[in-house]
Nanobody, 125 residues
Framework: QVQLVESGGGLVQAGGSLRLSCAAS????????MGWFRQAPGKERDIVAA????????YYVNSVKGRFTISRHNAKNTVYLQMNSLKPEDTAVYYC??????????????????WGQGTQVTVSS
């Protein structure tokens, strides 16, 4: 059974930084692309960033390009999201997810098989 546990969320002022971590178990981690999604109140869950199985290919939504960095450590079964220059509009619950899709960096929620419970990120102005 796939288990994904996010950590690292919290309250930060605009311009600050946070590093999210997602520890995975119950899967062969290196065989899964990983993604970070976020969901604000009243909105859909949207992709933030994704990373391929080996880490060579990444995807970022335009609004976070240049500010967020996704990375993974396959030996530790962990994926990270470094978030810098945070803005109030980044406020959301952030979820990590695992995808067994053949697509290198899947971007739609339907292509992900397992989900974490989420971690709240709140950016104050």
């Amino acid at each position: 059974q796939v288990q994904l546990v996010e950590s690292g969320g919290g309250l930060v002022q605009a311009g600050g930084s946070l590093r999210l971590s997602c520890a995975a178990s119950g899967l062969t981690f290196s065989s899964y692309a990983m993604g970070w999604f976020r969901q604000a109140p009243g909105k859909e869950r949207d992709i933030v960033a994704a990373i391929s199985r080996g880490g060579a290919t990444t995807y970022y939504v335009n609004s976070v390009k240049g500010r967020f960095t996704i990375s993974r450590h396959n030996a530790k079964n962990t994926v990270y999201l470094q978030m810098n220059s945070l803005k109030p509009e980044d406020t959301a619950v952030y979820y990590c997810a695992a995808s067994g899709s053949q697509v290198a960096v899947p971007t739609t929620p339907a292509t992900y098989n397992g989900w974490g419970q989420g971690t709240q990120v709140t950016v104050s102005s």
